[in-house]
């Protein structure tokens, strides 16, 4: 690990005025701390942002909101979030290891780093890592990478679980930078790798995610999140779905759908949920699911394996159709 | 801590000026550290406090083996930087015990056969103890799932189930 200054902040001003370009803010470290011993980052300067006040759990007229610092395992068992947003809670709990959700925070469990083994290894060549030098998972061990919003440049897949329930809940992210306040939907916050896989998502150097906002969503209590994985648990998804259905009768109204393990990015899927407000079967719009997918060589599998963890989640949560 | 990983070591003037005060509690006593910011707690454990029950398996937040508690949490002291803990309490399988007696964990786990060689088994019983206080864990699979962050390569797993349910009971 290359050497870097160290400062512990306990005003959010004095994060961000201490922020320098080459700075890495330090929350839980389940993921820089571990990419710090890899030195595939190696930043100058490391400012500890856990005496920073950025915590609470709170229901809002204007939705649930979630302080940044606030750790994965508090959060997924907090009742004003299992008992209205249970696809949150699973997806939570679905992922990493109980002492690794007591370190890891909600907004570093955003800002975390694809596993791709070339991105983690520096002995190879990787784009996202150091641009331009190649990306060897196009021809190379693919069978856990992407099949949706690829490029030639990256297929590393995002590796959160938790996105992809937000993303399918419309949730936002507030982020604080010396300029002052923004806050944008999750959706637009990750970037599909394109020409520039090393640019994941919008925030600006120095900026902190300060806050998650889920808006209201009265039926977002029957949600499902199902993950597929290589072993039964402590492992990321090979596919996962995120689910949220508006059942009257026994028929769909209205579907959230977003999916993980296949995307670059969180993916939404509004053909799918269009095809359920439409009225078609299970079936036929968890088909709709990997439509412009480019699987590699070693993931084709994906490609139903995905439309069978969407069709899971709806068969738990309307019953088979 | 800085003679363990041969990338710790620097004997530069500037390494000595980045070097941060700690003061935390580890096992009840108060230990004050003058550490390298690169120190994990698990290195400065095992290599400073002589502290070595808490072992060191992958040292990348995969196996589970150099579980402790911070603040009465469980956590992975490899990817917790030492520099964070000021004011902290940590808790290792050191501190379980009082005097000869064994935490009611220790003894299910030998009672119960929970180990082979026995090198998982300090991050295992740290893991299980705050399992317990956690109290999520009443069925063979809530157990397994609640001790899914430790991996124990001779296989002992069946015999931690008993071991857990035993000290819970």
Known sequence: MRAFDFAVPHDIDDALGLARDESAFLAGGTTLVDLMKLEVVSPEQVIDINRLPLHGIRPEPDGLRVGALERMEDVARHPAVAGPYPVIAQALLASASPQLRNMASIGGNLLQRTRCGYFRDVATPCNKRSPGTGCPAQHGDNRGHAILGTSASCAATHPSDLAVALVALEASVRLRGADGERTMPLADFYLPPGDTPHVENRLRPGELITEVIVPPLPWAGRSRYVKVRDRQSYEFALASAAVAVDLHDGEVRDARVAVGGVGTVPWRLPAVEDALRAGRSHEEAAALAAAGARPLAGNAFKVTLVQRAILRALTELAGPR | ?169
């Open chain 2, 1 to 169: 801590m800085e003679h363990g990983d041969p990338s710790l070591r620097s004997s530069s003037e500037s390494a000595a000026n980045r070097l941060v005060e700690v003061t935390c509690t580890v096992n009840g006593t108060a230990r004050s550290l003058r550490v390298d910011p690169r120190a994990t707690l698990l290195d400065t454990l095992r290599e400073r406090l002589e502290l070595t029950g808490t072992k060191k398996g992958c040292d990348r937040g995969q196996c589970g083996a150099c579980t402790v508690h911070v603040d009465g949490r469980r956590v992975l002291s490899c990817l917790t930087m030492v520099a964070t803990l000021d004011g902290r309490e940590v808790t290792t399988i050191e501190g379980l015990a009082e005097g000869d007696r064994l935490h009611p964990v220790q003894r299910a786990f030998i009672d119960q056969d929970g180990f082979q060689c026995g090198f998982c088994t300090s991050g295992q019983i740290m893991s299980a103890v705050a399992l317990l206080r956690e109290g999520h864990a009443s069925t063979d699979g809530e157990i397994r799932e609640a001790m899914s962050g430790n991996i124990c390569r001779c296989g002992a797993y069946p015999n931690i189930v008993e071991a857990v349910k035993q000290a819970r009971s």
